[in-house]
């Protein structure tokens, strides 16, 4: 290995005392490929056989927990007894890479695909004409915390070292914390401190299957979007206020979706700063973050962990692009790496054939494709 990128390399130890051998992670990446009962296929399996290798943790593609909250063809699911042998078989064949695997939770609400939900309701915090989501009863909202619960239930059973709470990218969670989309008057919406009900409702139960499993080095995370356009999207100030409520809990990790790294705050703080900074500073070492957003290259891998803004960073299109990008950094041939798609190598790259069509098509939040123009997302 060049010694340039020995810091990429470095262990971390989370609070649970669990070692995370290197500061790389894989981010979640959903592939349309999964059966569809939810259980691993033949193309997931070859997508996911060596994007794991040398990356410090591998965090799976977002996995349903509740049958009304399917929001992808081919999505996984981990709603049911049933999925418990798919899913060891999913943990089993990240974990023999040598990555710790972590399997990301996940309800779609009012972004759920109608017809993937076998005649049963979208459901949101409020009702939605724009998606045809209803909103939520009580009973129901305590239902979804319980989906949660029994879904990291399966993932320690089936042998994940972790799970990652999916509470970013305009998903369910995030519909509950944002006053956009959250407007109930009950005590699951109202003032932010009812809007953050929800999500650390669901980060309280998934906390307890860890403690009555007796599993302390089960690792758990959550994922956040920092802010929202539109007037009532979610704000810096309110992020801040979330992240200081997620620092109170017994988690390992934040991690903080975003599509460009350096993505500055658009408003409710200093927009001179970036998103990552001040969350970095807000926490003031209680949590490790997780960085996202456009780094492609080991320079970049490398010039985003020593900002000192985060302590790993995460890659989802540049391990689409190279499927062995950590072993070709630590094996020095960083002159291997590409930043973009060959539409020609359709078997090269073991992209399940949904995922592929969509890739060649080109699009913001797909990787580049050589030849064709590519204009990041600016979210
Ligand atoms: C094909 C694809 C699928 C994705 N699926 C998920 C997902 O299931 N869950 C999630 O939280 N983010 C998902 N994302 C977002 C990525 O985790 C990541 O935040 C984003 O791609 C920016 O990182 P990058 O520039 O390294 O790709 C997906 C991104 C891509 C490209």
Same mark, same amino acid.
């Given at each position: 290995?060049?010694?340039?990128?020995?810091?990429? $390399?470095?262990?971390?130890?989370?609070?649970?005392?669990?070692?995370?051998?290197?500061? #790389?992670?894989?981010?979640?990446?959903?592939? &349309?490929?999964?059966?569809?009962?939810?259980?691993?296929?033949?193309?997931?399996?070859?997508?996911?056989?060596?994007?794991?290798?040398?990356?410090?943790?591998?965090?799976?593609?977002?996995?349903?927990?509740?049958?009304?909250? *399917?929001? &992808?063809?081919?999505?996984?699911?981990?709603?049911?007894?049933?999925?418990?042998?798919?899913?060891?078989?999913?943990?089993?064949?990240?974990? *023999?890479?040598?990555?710790?695997?972590?399997?990301?939770?996940?309800?779609?609400? *009012?972004?759920?695909?109608?017809? #993937?939900?076998?005649?049963?309701?979208?459901?949101?915090?409020?009702?939605?004409?724009?998606?045809?989501?209803?909103?939520?009863?009580?009973?129901?909202?305590?239902?979804?915390?319980?989906?949660?619960?029994?879904?990291?239930?399966?993932?320690?059973?089936?042998?994940?070292?972790?799970?990652?709470?999916?509470?970013?990218?305009?998903?369910?969670?995030?519909?509950?914390?944002?006053?956009?989309?959250?407007?109930?008057?009950?005590?699951?919406?109202?003032?932010?401190?009812?809007?953050?009900?929800?999500?650390?409702?669901?980060?309280?139960?998934?906390?307890?299957?860890?403690?009555?499993?007796?599993?302390?080095?089960?690792?758990?995370?959550?994922?956040?979007?920092?802010?929202?356009?539109?007037?009532?999207?979610?704000?810096?100030?309110?992020?801040?206020?979330?992240? !200081?409520?997620?620092?109170?809990?017994?988690?390992?990790?934040?991690?903080?979706?975003?599509?460009? $790294?350096?993505?500055?705050?658009?408003?409710?703080?200093?927009?001179?700063?970036?998103?990552?900074?001040?969350?970095?500073?807000?926490?003031?070492?209680?949590?490790?973050?997780?960085?996202?957003?456009?780094?492609?290259?080991?320079?970049?891998?490398?010039?985003?962990?020593?900002?000192?803004?985060?302590?790993?960073?995460?890659?989802?299109?540049?391990?689409?692009?190279?499927?062995?990008?950590?072993?070709?950094?630590? !094996?020095?041939?960083?002159?291997?790496?590409?930043?973009?798609?060959?539409?020609? *190598?359709?078997?090269?790259?073991?992209?399940?054939?949904?995922?592929?069509?969509?890739?060649?098509?080109?699009?913001?939040?797909?990787?580049?494709?050589?030849?064709?123009?590519?204009?990041?997302?600016?979210?």
């Amino acid at each position: 290995m060049n010694r340039q990128f020995l810091p990429l $390399f470095e262990p971390y130890r989370f609070n649970n005392n669990v070692e995370i051998k290197n500061r #790389l992670v894989v981010a979640p990446m959903t592939h &349309f490929a999964s059966n569809p009962d939810g259980t691993l296929s033949e193309q997931e399996r070859q997508f996911l056989q060596h994007r794991a290798q040398d990356m410090g943790m591998f965090i799976t593609a977002a996995t349903l927990i509740s049958e009304n909250g *399917k929001a &992808f063809h081919g999505q996984p699911e981990a709603t049911k007894e049933a999925q418990l042998e798919s899913l060891s078989q999913t943990a089993e064949l990240l974990k *023999k890479q040598g990555s710790k695997a972590i399997l990301q939770l996940h309800h779609g609400g *009012k972004l759920a695909l109608s017809e #993937l939900l076998n005649g049963k309701d979208k459901v949101a915090p409020s009702d939605d004409p724009e998606t045809g989501a209803r909103a939520l009863t009580e009973v129901e909202i305590k239902g979804i915390i319980e989906d949660f619960a029994q879904a990291t239930d399966l993932a320690i059973r089936a042998g994940f070292d972790g799970v990652e709470i999916h509470g970013a990218n305009g998903y369910l969670l995030q519909q509950f914390f944002s006053s956009q989309s959250n407007r109930r008057t009950d005590q699951w919406g109202g003032d932010l401190a009812n809007r953050l009900r929800f999500p650390l409702a669901v980060v309280d139960a998934v906390d307890a299957v860890r403690a009555k499993h007796q599993r302390p080095e089960f690792i758990i995370g959550y994922r956040l979007s920092p802010e929202e356009p539109g007037e009532n999207g979610i704000t810096m100030t309110e992020t801040l206020a979330f992240v !200081e409520a997620l620092a109170q809990k017994t988690l390992q990790y934040l991690h903080i979706s975003l599509w460009d $790294f350096y993505k500055k705050v658009r408003r409710g703080s200093d927009s001179e700063i970036t998103r990552l900074a001040l969350i970095h500073q807000q926490l003031n070492g209680r949590l490790p973050l997780i960085g996202v957003g456009n780094l492609f290259t080991a320079e970049q891998l490398l010039a985003a962990l020593d900002t000192g803004w985060v302590e790993f960073v995460a890659v989802g299109k540049s391990v689409m692009i190279n499927p062995t990008l950590a072993t070709l950094i630590k !094996e020095g041939k960083t002159q291997e790496i590409i930043t973009a798609l060959d539409p020609e *190598k359709t078997d090269h790259y073991q992209i399940p054939d949904t995922l592929w069509r969509l890739c060649v098509q080109g699009g913001a939040w797909l990787p580049p494709v050589k030849g064709k123009d590519w204009q990041p997302i600016d979210l």
